[in-house]
């Protein structure tokens, strides 16, 4: 047993394994428990709790101060060793608190919002099961666990997705993500076989810790070159496709994204904790994780596709009208700055737009639950046949549901970026970065920054519009039916307070003492200086300015358009592509699923007719020649034996007519026979 | 009394207690057959912990490393001119077969529990499960050629008349093919037996010998004999230690299967009992990849490495193939089958790479395959038992219905496609692994092949979440409307402590896989040692 775990640091990892293990625990005992008990919810909420306090402890002895690593012998094959183990330093302390500190406020409201589920307590099984799962992949060490629960991670979002598994929509849409998401497991997967052939360990803080061994590996020469081994340099582009493809499948990057729309088929508190705040991010964070591996090329990549992703799914988000659809697609968005922030080196930067974007996100989808539960009861009461998450219903809310509205506009600057909110550190701290990144680079790279900021904007319009067709404006359903009966209200404190708690953390108090610099922000100070240039260069002043200013025009104009003209623009080239989302998901339907379908049938057609046929061939042949054999035994080799013994009898029967018995006939062919004899004799 | 002697012969005697009692006992056959596959499993773990390991146990090539071994004289007979004949019954085991000892006695113990659903003639049914338990048992510990040759065959006869006899609707077919097709390996296997039984000699008596062991050291071949090492002689103008080579592979590929010699799988699986499906799927499939380590790659290393190239293609191209057909199945059971093919393919990928990390890979995936599928084919039961149909697009929503049994189907396919946890995932992770290794170890298989097994691994996924999606979930409707419903109860408690045992096992190794990979790990370092040295 190979330990090195000197007094105080027992501690460490005690809490460590208590923070991972507590959630765990709480999903055997809910899956234990008999049908449909109440205490479920507390349950898993204790665990969480549990996980909180822990996170906390730990945040405070490693965040700026050490980092912790302990590994266990796992098993052993051939030479090589399989170490199982803990990796504290400030990127996984800082997850672990944000999981946990987000899971709490979800956990309270899913008590309130699954409530009258039949299945409660399988609810917070898997709910429970998915906190074990992040909180395990954000500590673990190797990369063997990482992988383990990186897939966990993603079966246990299938498994809510699917959660209500008697609609179709629902398990269509758990398939899916499973299997696009697997997608990335496989890049995933031959990426740490690749690392693990060329280094010879899984152990993520010796291939990636400060002067790792990913580091100190030169590319040189058209090699890769490791300490025991070389590689083509082309195996170093396989490792970044394969993590690449990870990330974009977790985080919902192009060409893998459109697994995240659907999945907000399973419960909003659910898209609010996993969809929104903490697994999507788990792309990010592998990001973070292995960030010395990537070349400046590759990094750039990134930056592009992060910015495209962000554009994309912007300009999706405008007209779409499924309230939830659309939170989801401005999830893709801000998950498309922060891949676009790691790729222009604003490490820290990027992961702090995934925290706060974790907050002020799993706010708005909260307060989205809210008001879909409330649309969910008039629907009940008054029979309607509507779909409670579509805004063409909704307006005027704000009346009814005062907290949740003010939630949700606190929610909804912070994604805009307005100052004061936390949001508005995190992103700009993104595009300032953006724009010295590409004054490093040729022209063109100016389109990753202008487009980054424009995406800002058709987040400000949509986010606009979104909030004005629900809480402003007529309610659309007393317009057509005004005898509506409905009896709404912001709901019992399992809703108001993690609401109010989460509006709170989207403020920049939380985050820094300074509302307009980014830089002082403790947890920006803490991630560390990696790759970053402390410059003072004029974007700085000029973009928060620019951006604040533009965005306020444009809330004022998409406010004006939906609130006093009440648009309803329909039509239009550029309107079909939006509202059919880029037609990804039709084309990945026609090309990709059903061609692989047709190849599966047709090589299924290959093993029955040529395979299985070459198989019945033989067989066929070999029957035939057995005929044939049988026929030639019957008729040649029996036939000749048959000929013999009829030739024999015939003799037989021609000699037997001499043997009559009377002397004059033996007289007479005695005669015959030398008279035959005499007449060959003389004509010789 | 030999502990491996015991093991292999205990299920004949209670067949021949079977055969003894009359028939209207028929009733406690099948707790004699499962008090006989316990004792066995009983027996086998005892093995298993009282196993020693250490680079002195490795086996492989080295005779005084066996354990358990029990070496008797068994036809010795002085042919004159011709020499000796030595026949030895000569049993042991190394790493190699320990794992498979263990796995195929739990997988009896599983396929007796499900032959409660078989009705008649139960006296022919439960002799014969017992006859095929023997032979299943000697092939694993045989280290004798004619004595495995002799269990290889001893499996079809009784395999031939279950299936044949308590199958489908089309089980003369099936219970045909199948056995022409094995058959059909095993004939030539006989002639490279004797080819080298007319090689080898035993260095001690200097008589030819059938011992496997012998047969692995060159120095014991005689000069100019036709498999020997340095005569270089030539069958048919090829090389004769590659034609041996071959036809030993094809037999035991057959056994796999590996693609293209699969076609007897599906149809036999699909008419099949149920308990013949899982001793099919958990066991016989083994043989051939313990076959292939055994006797393919240790008695024709230098083959085996020249040849690696094309092991690993055909490795490569089981999987994804399988994989595709099972995509496109509707009979659920065909599925399953197909999906074995693919699974099989990582053990051959793994062996074709050479290196410690693929061959233990390729191990625990017979060892986790044995448990998986056995699951995967009993829980197909469980649904054919209650209604006689299996078609996916006839079922809808059994989720709703069958709760219980739907955890179950969830817990194999998502063991099965390698979800982490389970032993599959580490199985195929490693397969993997030492593929890609390979080329930088020894040079053997191109970096791509694992790359591209890689993509089974996606394939799987896509297979299993679609069946669970169209039969498990949705709203409940069945083509056999109300009847079905009535039918489809829930699983029973036999059903239960069936299934319980083996998704435990597929946990336990998928959580700690050095169950297997401690006791396995030094034969596998011997043997990959082995193939390197030559």
Redesign the interface.
Known sequence: MEKFIPGTENDLLLYTLIAVFAPLLAAIINFCLPANRKHAGWVSTGAVLTSAAMAAILFIHIWENKTFHVQQL???????KVFAGIWLNNLSVMMLGLVSLIALPVHIYSIAYMHHDARFNRYFTYLSFFCFSMLALVVVDSL?LF???W??VG?SSYLLI?FW????A???AN?KA??MN??G??GL??AI??L??HFHTFDMVALFGEDGLVANAAIFNHLWIAPN?N?PVA?HY?VYAGIFLAVAAKSAQFPLHSWLPDAMEGPTSVSALIHAATMVAAGVFLLGRVYPLFTAEELDAFAIIGCFTAFMAATIALTQNDLKRILAYSTISQLGFMVMAMGVGAYQSSLFHLVTHAFFKCLLFLAAGVVIHEMQHIKEENKLDINPQSILYMGGLSGKLPVTCIAAIIGAMALIGLPGTSGYLSKDSILIQAFEWSDSKGAYFKLVPITALITALLTAFYVTRLIAKVFFGDFKLSLVNPNLKFHISDGGWNYVLPLIALALCSLFPLFSSNWLQYEDSWLFEGLGKIGYADTESVYHSLIPGVLTASSLVVIATAFFLYIRSKASAHSGPLFRVSYNEWYVDKDYNKFVVQG??L???A??WF?RNI??GI?NLF?SITKALAALSAWADRYIVDGVIYLLTVLVRRTGNFVRMFQVGRVQYYLYSMLAAVLILFILKSMI | MNILTLLIFIPVLFGVLILLMPSKWRASYKYITLLATLVQLAISVWMYVNFKTGAAFGGINHEGEFQFMQKLPWIHLDLGVMGKMQIDYFVGIDGISLPMLVMSALVMVIATLASWEIKSNLKGFFALFLLLDMAVMGVFCALDFFLFYLFYELMLLPLYFLIGMWGGVRREFAAIKFF??TLFGSVFMLLVMIGLYLSVTDPVTGSHTFNIVQMMNPANYADGAVFSTVSQATILGMPARVVGFVVLFIAFAIKVPV??L??WLPVAHVEAPTPVSIILAGVLLKIGGYGIIRICFSIFPDVAVSGAYWLGLLGVVSIL?GA??????RDLKRMIAYSSVSHMGFVLLGIASQ???GI??AMLQMVSHGFLSSMLFFLVGVVYNRVHDRDIYNFR?L??LMPKYTAFVMIAF?ASLG???FSA?VAE??T??GA??SQ?VNGLLP?WM??CG??G??LS??YF??T??RM?????SFKGGEVWKIALTDITAREIITLVPLAIMALLLGL???LV??VI?DS??AF?NFLKVG
């Open positions: 796992w098993f052993g094959i051939g030479d090589t063997i992988y383990a629960f897939e966990l079966f699917g598994f008697t609609r179709e629902a398990v269509q398939k499973f299997i697997r997608i497991d496989v997967l031959a076989i690749i693990f052939s081994s590689l195996w396989v692989v379908l190849l599966s049938n090589l299924y093993d395979i299985d198989i067989s | 022409l097709y693609v293209p699969h076609t193939y595709l057909n099972a995509l496109a199945q290196t410690a990390e233990s890979g929503g989720g709703s998502f979800l982490p946890g995932f992770a490693f993997l692994v890609f290794k930088s970096y694992s790359i890689a993509v691994i996606l996924a896509a979440l679609w669970l999606q498990f979930f949705g709203s409940v700690m896989p050095s990979f401690n790990n596998v370092l990959a």
